[in-house]
């Protein structure tokens, strides 16, 4: 039994521990009990309640005495006797159980919905009847007052079949094109039917007319919602003679009183999965909601979540046993799931040992099931040098890691690393040191990386105090940390850009250290001036001041210009240099390897041995590179290894203005001798 306390609200997963085969012997039984604690906290509330693969539907006698229960695989049906807590019997299908309804108030009387179109009706004795209907089924009900068995699917039909005369009626015909549940009001016997376009429509089965409609999928669109397809009825349940509610295929449930055509409440599951199930509490105002993941239990005039129930399979049909605690889930697995939540009422009579169980389990404090256990990773196990241990009982794989015993953990941890809390300690010191010092002047330390404008940038911060945009704050910006931080933002000074650029820049602190200048200047003749002529000579300085400013500009645009010319003629003479050592460097690689004859250059007044030799320039390049570098021709290659084929489109030589010249001198020679041909398309008068 597994104990699990969300929102609050104890629940017992009474279903939960090992279950041992039934192949085993008995001596093999008891030993296993006496070994394993899983297999001796268990509870079996019921013997063999399972199915071989898959539950789809579960429900409850209406006497309170028997289960069923529909599986596969083979398809099969279980009925359970709660007074022995065992088996009662076990029939299989040919085909699944899509739905079953129990006529009787026992199991004396069972109808089966199949999924190859057919009904199948069982006795007490075994099968009784099969027949087939025309279109494939998804519900069923039965209205007991008529005797007549209402089956609706793949069709606008709501098929009757009259079980007390055994024959078909006339059906019902809906606006929908397929309709996927219907529901009887057990007070006043209203048929209500769902279907696959957000509607319910309301059946009177005494008149066999439609009394209402209803359109549910106006009410499940939101602002926040975003629907790709109309929502679709999955679920209906009444509660009494006025209150229902309708599940949807987007994961909402909505409460109406049938009195009004608006839900007064809107409970939305928040998963996206079609809501499977819905039932009420007999006596306190909950309501239980059931998609694939989740049972929701929450209060049915506000929507506040009671508790929820998490599903480690996903779940297929719920079934709450009257006026108990008990929940029955029929899910994706072997074991079918019982639930049992104490605060929402007493355990059946059947089990009501439950109780005083549950209530030593609350008086006792149990550890979580991993407290003594310490989750660890592949990485952090070998750091530990404990990696020979796995497969071993001492480690318990886990998703991407092992559970190991905490004990271990720790003795492996003081072994490999004794000094860990003494530098937590010091780590520890330090940082508090560090924050008691933060209120101390703090000295402005020069990055590593842009040491030289982090030094233009501090400067321009000491200077420039007026701006209400200084340039300095980048240095404190968040934004360009990575630029005082990161190698790859280093300026490299020794690049193009950066030697084109640097006139401008030197130029620009140049022109900043002349108007200093000028203005030193400036203040000192002021100083000489003030006792005599200060209005006249002031008047004067300041035009002779935007003299030399504009002199001191142009002069400056002049120099600008000449340095970056200065630079650019460098940099191509340095890339000339470095394709002449290039070629130098080839040739004579291969004058050294091949013994050809060497040709050398002797000068007047010269000897032999102070002779060059000549180099004679050749071009190794392949003919496929040196085509693409000339303009004239364009070549193209096609095929493949042995039918290599290479096309080349020779152009056309531009004529010069001579032979331009020429060919015009030469028309007009003969332009007389030509007879012209323009009266030949003349008409003859």
């Given at each position: 039994m597994q104990v699990s306390c969300p929102n609050d609200v104890k629940i017992y997963n009474l279903s939960a521990g090992k279950s041992l085969p039934e192949w085993l012997s008995e001596r093999k039984r008891r030993k296993l009990l006496k070994k394993n604690v899983d297999i001796r906290r268990r509870i079996e509330l019921i013997q063999d309640f399972d199915m071989p693969a898959v539950s789809t539907n579960i429900k409850v006698s209406k006497d309170g005495q028997y289960i069923l229960a529909t599986g596969i695989y083979k398809p099969r049906v279980k009925c359970y006797d709660v007074k022995n807590l065992s088996l009662k019997f076990e029939r299989c299908f040919d085909a699944e159980v899509v739905a079953f309804d129990i006529l009787s108030d026992d199991y004396s009387k069972l109808v089966f919905l199949q999924c190859d179109r057919h009904i199948e009706f069982h006795v007490a004795h075994g099968k009784y009847y099969r027949l087939r209907i025309p279109r494939f089924g998804r519900d069923l009900s039965y209205h007991y007052p008529s005797c007549d068995l209402f089956i609706v699917g793949d069709s606008n039909d709501i098929y009757r079949i009259n079980l007390e005369r055994?024959?078909?009626?006339?059906?019902?015909?809906?606006?929908?094109?397929s309709i996927n549940k219907c529901e009887i009001n057990p007070v006043h016997h209203l048929l209500v039917v769902g279907t696959e376009d957000g509607r319910i429509e309301a059946w009177d089965p005494r008149s066999r007319n439609k009394v209402a409609a209803l359109d549910c999928a106006l009410h499940c669109v939101t602002e926040d919602?975003?629907?790709?397809?109309?929502?679709?009825?999955?679920?209906?349940?009444?509660?009494?003679?006025l209150t229902f509610g309708v599940g949807t295929s987007t994961g909402q449930v909505l409460l109406y009183d049938i009195r009004s055509n608006k839900p007064f409440m809107i409970?939305?599951?928040?998963?996206?999965?079609p809501i499977k199930s819905i039932d009420f509490h007999s006596k306190m105002d909950m309501?239980?909601?059931?998609d694939t993941s989740i049972v929701?239990?929450?209060?049915?005039?506000?929507g506040k979540l009671y508790t929820s129930i998490e599903a480690q399979n996903d779940f297929n049909d719920m079934c709450i046993v009257p006026n108990t605690g008990m929940i029955l889930i029929a899910n994706e697995n072997t074991k079918m799931q019982t639930y049992y939540i104490p605060s929402l009422g007493p355990a059946p009579y059947w089990c009501s040992f439950l109780d005083n169980l549950t209530e030593e389990l609350e008086e006792m404090n149990y550890e979580t099931i991993y407290d003594d256990y310490k989750f660890v990773t592949e990485k952090e196990l070998e750091e530990l040098g404990l990696s020979h241990l796995k497969g071993t009982n001492l480690l318990r794989a886990y998703m991407h890691g092992y559970f190991m015993d905490i004990r271990l953990y720790r003795k492996a941890r003081d072994v490999m690393k004794p000094f860990e809390f003494e530098e937590y300690k010091k780590k520890r010191i330090q940082q508090k040191i560090q924050e008691t010092c933060g209120s101390r002047v703090q000295i402005q330390k020069m990055p590593n990386v842009n040491k030289e404008l982090a030094l233009k940038l501090m400067d321009d911060e000491m200077n420039v105090k007026k701006k209400k945009k200084n340039s300095a704050s980048l240095l404190k910006d968040?934004?360009?940390?990575?630029?005082?931080s990161n190698p790859d933002f280093q300026?490299?000074?020794?690049?193009?850009e950066y030697a084109l650029l640097n006139p401008v820049i030197s130029q620009l602190e140049r022109s900043r250290a002349k108007k200093l200048k000028a203005q030193l200047a400036r203040e000192e003749a002021q100083q000489k001036m003030e006792i005599d002529r200060e209005n006249d000579d002031h008047q004067d300085n300041s035009s002779d001041e935007s003299f030399i400013h504009d002199d001191s500009s142009s002069e400056d645009e002049k120099t600008w210009v000449k340095e970056v010319k200065k630079q650019y003629r460098l940099i191509k003479k340095n890339e000339r240099q470095n394709e002449e050592t290039d070629e130098d460097d080839t040739e004579s690689k291969n004058q050294g390897s091949a013994n050809q004859p060497q040709f050398y250059e002797i000068k007047e007044n010269v000897e032999f041995k102070d002779a060059k030799p000549v180099v004679k320039k050749q071009n190794k390049t392949a003919l496929g590179e040196r085509l693409k570098t000339q303009e004239a021709h364009s070549a193209t290659v096609s095929g493949s290894r042995g039918n290599r084929e290479m096309t080349f489109v020779i152009e056309k030589k531009r004529r010069t203005g001579r032979a331009k010249l020429q060919v015009k001198r030469h028309g007009k020679e003969y332009k007389h001798l030509l007879r012209p041909a323009g009266n030949l398309f003349k008409k003859k008068r």
């Open positions: 055994g024959q078909f009626l006339q059906s019902f015909s809906s606006e929908s094109t919602s975003k629907l790709e397809a109309v929502p679709a009825i999955t679920s209906l349940k009444f509660q009494g003679g409970k939305d599951h928040m998963y996206g999965l309501v239980y909601s059931m929701k239990i929450w209060e049915k005039s506000n968040d934004r360009f940390k990575a630029l005082f300026v490299d000074t020794n690049s193009e």
